[in-house]
């Protein structure tokens, strides 16, 4: 099987996504020209020319709602942020239009467009360049919103989120871009928005993570005395109840492995649905592993005790499992 | 000419051509309005609303200078738009009202007025949002080979927000097929244009986008339709867009709680002596298409219309709950379709 950077799996995406159907288009900044700051959009200019890949001024509010007007009147828009971030400055677009055309027309306009973003820190782009920020869009009722975590469910979901018939976000952890994996593409995989997967199989414990912490779940449960089972939840909203609560029905313990801020991370609504419907299956209280409520730090060693590593998993799941107890996080006693 | 209450948004829109109906439709929009006014106090409707009376004859001017599979952003003050276009006095008052027979079925409200079969994307709430998303419809319009042009319809507030700069920069560099219409009606929420905004006319700024900026008079319907003319045609034949400036006045407030006591004495009588209703009843006396009495009867014709709307909307029921969840995605909507302008 060939060996490719994660970043080909966007590229390909894209590229099948725009030759299966015409009324794909793609906009951003530096996208055709240029290739993509990231190289992810490389080669697309040439292949579908600059009626369809457009590069765009640095206005984001202006593309991200000519977006939300050409999906309207029958396009595909996909639109590229080149770090979530810069979504703030179009926010409205996404959240407060594109999102309610549906719902103030009764079905009669949608608006199928997708936001790509790479996301997510680690690499020392200090705290403006190094957010998820899924939680901007997971409380907007209209949007739906996945983190892709390698380059099958790159593939995958980027064809899904581009098929939709509704505005979908997909970020895309920037740290993952540069990774090297083997995968064979198949240009009619799909995975379907709000359905999560089971990607390693357990008894003790539920892991749940998505985007960058598949990883580190991963790597934490292979080196964890527990069984646990790691689910990767693709798509944060809607997110799969049924996965996780037949899982927890069979593990007796939850935990979540969040790249978000302690007070707005996914784990809060997931755990919640948990503690009410499936209380009387839990051995232990459900832990979420967060980051802690401040800015991400650019100091290489702040960064890395920032962002849960493999080690620090192991030993608050180990914690749980053994105790039946919350473990404390590290921050919270760090002031 | 006469329009009855029943006949279709497209069939009032294809009405606009007649001289008569470009009259009657101003005097509707100012019967409804002043109506809503009524309904208002009545308790029949909630939140707020954002009256346009006084500026009629850019609504009616627009309108009969597009088709209608050309699309139209708007902002909030679009009861005047929506009507223009050719929504019916019920889909609106309904609107207003929540009930079933409203354009957006009750579920949007006097500041989300919306029919796609005359291209009036749902109004929006937020100054400025409109200006990207025409934008994207021009896209979408020269992408599919379509010489079906964009209005953006905004206020003179919107001139100082973001997105004005952004998408009038985006159309220009694009060469999109679009129209900017900025209704300067002199007031930004509260507040006079002087204390907001360093140049009388928002026109100037086409300059630094390299486009056309026009200076209309807005109370006379045939001036902003001659704009709009020469402004819509040069952006089907490609050659993009231009900014074209409405000089207007609203004869209230911003919007239902605003008496408007900030304005200085005397403005508002030296705009009510060039009312956009009477200027153009007095070009249609001399052209000879209205009688000595004809703008009394035409009056009380639409007074008369609007009430028989009134009572309809008022006999429709309120929605069904389940529509707070049918349509808030394809999986509520039970299907996977995609629905949009020029679907045929």
């Given at each position: 099987m060939a060996k490719i950077w994660i970043r080909q799996a966007v590229l390909r995406a894209l590229d099948d996504a725009m030759a299966d159907d015409p009324s794909v288009i793609?906009?951003?900044?530096?996208?055709?020209?240029?290739?993509?700051?990231?190289?992810?959009?490389?080669?697309?200019?040439?292949?579908?020319g600059p009626k369809r890949?457009?590069?765009?001024?640095?206005?984001?509010?202006?593309?991200?709602?000519?977006?939300?007007?050409?999906?309207?009147?029958?396009?595909k828009p996909v639109v590229e942020m080149m770090f979530i971030e810069f979504i703030g400055v179009a926010l409205d677009q996404l959240t407060t239009q594109a999102a309610t055309m549906r719902y103030l027309s009764r079905g009669r306009l949608t608006t199928p467009l997708v936001v790509r973003a790479s996301a997510g820190a680690g690499?020392?782009?200090?705290?403006?360049?190094?957010?998820?920020?899924?939680?901007?869009?997971?409380?907007?009722?209209?949007?739906?919103?996945?983190?892709?975590?390698?380059?099958?469910?790159?593939?995958?979901?980027?064809?899904?989120?581009?098929?939709?018939?509704?505005?979908?976000?997909?970020?895309?952890?920037?740290?993952?871009?540069?990774?090297?994996?083997?995968?064979?593409?198949?240009?009619?995989?799909?995975?379907?928005?709000?359905?999560?997967?089971?990607?390693?199989?357990?008894?003790?414990?539920?892991l749940l993570a998505c985007g960058a912490m598949v990883r580190v779940a991963l790597e934490a449960a292979a080196s964890s005395k527990a069984d646990i089972e790691v689910i990767d939840m693709l798509t944060l909203w809607?997110?799969?109840?049924?996965?996780?609560?037949?899982?927890?029905?069979?593990?007796?313990?939850?935990?979540?492995?969040?790249?978000?801020?302690?007070?707005?991370?996914?784990?809060?609504?997931?755990?919640?649905?948990?503690?009410?419907?499936?209380?009387?299956?839990?051995?232990?209280?459900?832990?979420?592993?967060?980051?802690?409520d401040a800015p991400v730090p650019y100091s290489g060693k702040l960064e890395a005790r920032y962002l849960p590593n493999a080690a620090y998993v192991t030993e608050q799941v180990a914690a749980l499992v053994s105790t039946n107890k919350a473990p404390t996080p590290w921050w919270r006693n760090a002031a | 000419m006469t329009i009855s209450n029943s006949d279709s948004p497209l069939a009032r829109r294809e009405a606009l051509h007649d001289r008569l109906e470009q009259l009657r439709r101003m005097i509707e929009i100012r019967s409804v309005e002043e109506r809503i006014q009524k309904l208002f106090a009545e308790g029949h409707v909630r939140g707020s609303t954002h009256l346009a009376n006084g500026q009629e004859a850019v609504s009616v001017g627009?309108?009969?200078?597009?088709?209608?599979?050309?699309?139209?952003?708007?902002?909030?003050?679009?009861h005047g738009h929506a009507l223009a276009l050719g929504v019916t006095p019920a889909g609106v008052i309904g609107e207003i009202c929540g009930r079933v027979v409203g354009c957006a079925g009750g579920l949007g409200g006097s500041m989300h007025l919306v029919e796609p079969a005359v291209g009036l994307m749902p109004t929006a709430a937020i100054i400025g949002a409109g200006l990207p998303i025409a934008c994207g419809a021009a896209l979408a319009a020269r992408a599919r080979g379509t010489d079906r042009v964009a209005v953006a319809i905004f206020g003179d507030g919107s001139a100082n927000i973001?997105?004005?700069?952004?998408?009038?920069?985006?159309?220009a560099i694009q060469k999109l097929p679009v129209v900017f219409v900025c209704e300067n009606n002199l007031?930004?929420?509260?507040?006079?244009?002087?204390?907001?905004?360093?140049?009388?006319?928002?026109?100037?700024?086409?300059?630094?986008?390299?486009?056309?900026?026009?200076?209309?008079?807005?109370?006379?319907?045939?001036?902003?339709?001659?704009?709009?003319?020469?402004?819509?045609?040069?952006?089907?034949?490609?050659e993009g867009p231009s900014l074209v400036e409405m000089k207007t006045y609203r004869y209230s407030g911003h919007s239902r709680s605003d008496p408007a006591t900030y304005r200085p004495a005397g403005e508002l009588d030296a705009w009510l002596k060039r009312d956009p209703i009477n200027i153009f009843a007095e070009r249609l006396t001399a052209?000879?298409?209205?009688?000595?009495?004809?703008?009394?009867?035409?009056?009380?014709?639409?007074?008369?219309?609007?009430?028989?709307?009134?009572?309809?909307?008022?006999d429709s029921p309120a929605p069904e709950l389940g529509e707070i969840m049918s349509h808030v995605g394809a999986h509520s909507a039970g299907g996977d379709r995609r629905h949009h302008f020029w679907a045929n």
């Open positions: 793609m906009m951003g900044e530096d996208i055709a020209a240029a290739g993509g700051p990231f190289k992810v959009t490389e080669g697309l200019l040439a292949a579908h890949v457009i590069d765009t001024p640095i206005s984001e509010m202006a593309f991200m709602g000519a977006a939300v007007g050409a999906a309207v009147c029958g396009l690499q020392g782009f200090g705290c403006q360049h190094s957010q998820m920020l899924d939680h901007w869009f997971r409380g907007t009722p209209g949007l739906k919103v996945c983190v892709t975590s390698n380059a099958r469910t790159t593939y995958g979901l980027l064809r899904s989120a581009i098929e939709d018939p509704d505005p979908v976000v997909v970020l895309e952890p920037r740290i993952l871009y540069a990774e090297r994996e083997e995968y064979e593409f198949d240009r009619t995989y799909r995975i379907p928005l709000g359905k999560a997967e089971i990607v390693k199989p357990g008894k003790d414990a539920t809607p997110w799969d109840r049924e996965t996780v609560l037949e899982s927890v029905s069979r593990t007796g313990r939850l935990v979540t492995l969040e790249e978000a801020p302690a007070g707005t991370g996914w784990g809060a609504e997931v755990v919640s649905t948990v503690a009410v419907e499936a209380f009387g299956s839990l051995k232990a209280p459900p832990h979420r592993i967060t980051l802690p | 627009i309108a009969r200078s597009i088709d209608p599979d050309d699309i139209v952003t708007c902002t909030y003050r679009g973001g997105a004005f700069h952004e998408s009038l920069n985006f159309a007031y930004g929420e509260y507040t006079r244009i002087n204390l907001s905004t360093p140049v009388d006319d928002i026109a100037v700024r086409a300059a630094s986008y390299n486009m056309p900026g026009a200076i209309v008079d807005g109370q006379d319907a045939d001036k902003v339709a001659e704009a709009m003319a020469i402004a819509v045609a040069r952006a089907r034949r490609g052209e000879k298409l209205l009688e000595a009495d004809g703008l009394d009867q035409l009056k009380a014709e639409v007074r008369e219309a609007v009430e028989k709307a009134t009572a309809e909307v008022l």
